[in-house]
């Protein structure tokens, strides 16, 4: 999941402004072993977002129109952009801007105003900053124009009123599934170090704490000997080599994704460590470290691409005025060595880079 600079960077402002304290990895005795929305809803999975023949036709005789105000460009937000484009492609939605706010909040703001001129009738967006942005997007709901959002919610916004559903990932499940690679790898029995981000964000808390959560309870052979948290990315290296130092019989480090994990494999390679490193979101340097049989041995990622259908897809339900979930929710996908090469393809929805393919074809 490439949003993960966004993710740093407003947690990082809203930590140093004492708006939230550093999260943990407590697990309350209430966990749900569960994916829920930041307001506690229960998620509806992708294949409940389906339109009907009679919809696609409705849809297409709309003439409607749509902008996607991106937080960021990467390959990540590549493929969700493609997911959108054919969908709406396919459903005669005119595509009339796509912008980029580069991280930056204040130029969101101004990308959903310049927008807003164009009179779309739907607009896609992850919002930076949930303050602002709901400021931003008030005179597009007042216009009757439809929200779609892309993971955050911006604040004070009631679904069915002011936006049409939040469409991200499975969360819990790609949590579950980082732990269920670990403990097969480990057969069971092991030494674990957990780092965690270390700010109050609702999409890698849940993530982390998934986990722990699911190692303590279908894998009772291994011991979580060590959770550090991490808010910048840049710090994998330095957190890793302390964590190898203390504990140079590591057999596993979780990264929370996977810029961190580049500085865990650089830790455990100065070291020539064997930990195993697990992580989540499919990322060139990571999956190369893997092809290479490396200490990267498992990832967990999301389908950008079929997000993107379905962002596409729940704003077309809700331009008829057809009744939208408020936290829809995609699958995750496990990647190793032996799948990396099927897999990168149904992830970013593009071929493998070459010298990926190169280095696991030796």
Known sequence: MKRIGLVVLFSLLLVAAGIVQAADLTIDPSYPFATVGPQGEQ??????????????????????KAAICLHQTTVWTKAVTNGIRDTFNDLGIEIVAITDAEMDSQKQTTDIETVLALRPNIIITLPIDPVSAASALRPAIEQG?????????????????????????????????????????????GRVALLYHDANYYVTNQRDLAVKAVLQRDYPGIEIVAERGIADPNDGNV???????????????????????????????????????????????????????GNM????????????????????????????PPFVTVPAVKIDRGNLAEMWPEVMNEPLPQDIANVLSR
């Open 239 to 293: 957190v890793a080599s302390a964590l190898l130092t203390q504990y140079p019989n590591l057999d596993a480090i979780y990264a929370p994704w996977d810029t961190i994990a580049e500085g865990v494999v650089a830790a455990a390679r100065s070291v020539s460590s064997k930990v195993q490193i697990f992580t989540i979101d499919l990322g060139n340097t990571s999956a190369m470290d893997m092809a290479r049989g």
């Open 297 to 324: 041995k498992g990832i967990v990622a999301d389908l950008p691409y079929v997000l993107g259908q379905k962002l596409a897809e729940v704003g077309a339900l809700s331009v008829l005025g057809k009744e939208t």
């Open 145 to 189: 124009v439809k929200i779609v959002l892309l993971s955050n919610l911006p604040t004070g916004f009631v679904h069915g009123k002011d936006y049409a559903a939040i469409v991200t990932d499975d969360l819990f499940q790609m949590g579950k599934s980082v732990a269920e690679m670990i403990g097969d790898a480990l057969g069971g029995k």
């Open 43 to 64: 998620a509806a999975t992708h294949d409940q977002i389906e339109l009907s023949p009679s919809d696609k036709e409705a849809v297409r005789s709309g003439k409607f």
